[in-house]
T-cell receptor
C-alpha cells in the first residue's frame, strides 16, 4: 500500500537558517505529492503540491521537487522565519484521491 | 471564497455520551472527507463522499461511528457512544471532484477537538 515517511522532529533552527525536511514515499502508479502545514490549534493548510515527476511546487518561499527516481519530495526554504514555526505534513494522493499522510515534522524557529 | 467550516471547534463530553460534528464544504466541492487526527500523528481517513454517496468508509468504525451527507452538501459525523480513545481532532476536507489533474487538492477545515472524560 501507499506510505509516507518523514524525518522526525522537532527541527530547531535560528531565524534566517536554511530548512530541509525530508520526505520519501512508497506508492503504486503516479501519485500527486503535497506538503501541508498545521499551525497550533488550526487545521491543515495546503502549502504546495506537485502532480508529476520533476515538477517543482513552490509557495511562500518554500519549494519541493517531485523526484521519482528517489521517491522523494523534500521541503526546502532558504531563510526561515519565526512565523514558519508549525508542523509540516508530507502527503500523497493515490488513484482514488485519498490522501496518505506522514506523521508530521515539527519546526521550531527561534529569533 | 469561504473555506471549509466546521463546528463545534471544541467539545468535551463524558464517556458513553453521544457527540456530533458538522461540516460545510467549500461551495461547489463534490467530494467531502472526514479524517481523524490523533496527537502527534498525521490525519487518517474515516470516510469519503462523492456527492451524497459514501464511496469509501472502510476505515469508519461502524459499531459506534456514523456519518451522513444529505443533499450532497453539509455532512455530520456522529459517535455513539463515545469512548476515552476517541479523544482526537476530527478534520473535514473537501475537493472539487475525482482525481483529475488539479481537482484532487483537498482543503481542510479547522477541525473539532474532542475530549472524552
Amino acid at each position: 500500500g501507499n506510505s509516507v515517511t518523514q524525518m522526525e522532529g522537532p527541527v530547531t533552527l535560528s531565524e534566517e537558517a536554511f530548512l530541509t525536511i525530508n520526505c520519501t514515499y512508497t506508492a503504486t502508479g503516479y501519485p500527486s505529492l503535497f506538503w501541508y502545514v498545521q499551525y497550533p490549534g488550526e487545521g491543515l493548510q495546503l502549502l504546495l503540491k506537485a502532480t508529476k515527476a520533476d515538477d517543482k511546487g513552490s509557495n511562500k518561499g518554500f519549494e519541493a521537487t517531485y523526484r521519482k527516481e528517489t521517491t522523494s519530495f523534500h521541503l526546502e526554504k532558504g531563510s526561515v522565519q519565526v512565523s514558519d514555526s508549525a508542523v509540516y505534513f508530507c502527503a500523497l494522493s493515490g488513484g482514488y484521491s485519498t490522501l496518505t499522510f506522514g506523521k508530521g515534522t515539527m519546526l521550531l524557529v527561534s529569533p | 471564497e469561504a473555506g471549509v467550516v466546521q463546528s463545534p471547534r471544541y467539545k468535551i463530553i463524558e464517556k458513553k455520551q453521544p457527540v456530533a460534528f458538522w461540516c460545510n464544504p467549500i461551495s461547489g466541492h463534490n467530494t467531502l472527507y472526514w479524517y481523524l487526527q490523533n496527537l502527534g500523528q498525521g490525519p487518517e481517513l474515516l470516510i469519503r463522499y462523492e456527492n451524497e454517496e459514501a464511496v469509501d468508509d472502510s476505515q469508519l468504525p461502524k459499531d459506534r461511528f456514523s456519518a451522513e451527507r444529505l443533499k450532497g452538501v453539509d455532512s455530520t459525523l456522529k459517535i455513539q457512544p463515545a469512548e476515552l480513545g476517541d479523544s482526537a481532532v476530527y478534520l473535514c476536507a473537501s475537493s472539487l471532484g475525482a482525481p483529475l489533474a488539479g481537482e484532487e487538492t483537498q482543503y481542510f477545515g479547522p477541525g473539532t477537538r474532542l475530549l472524552v472524560l
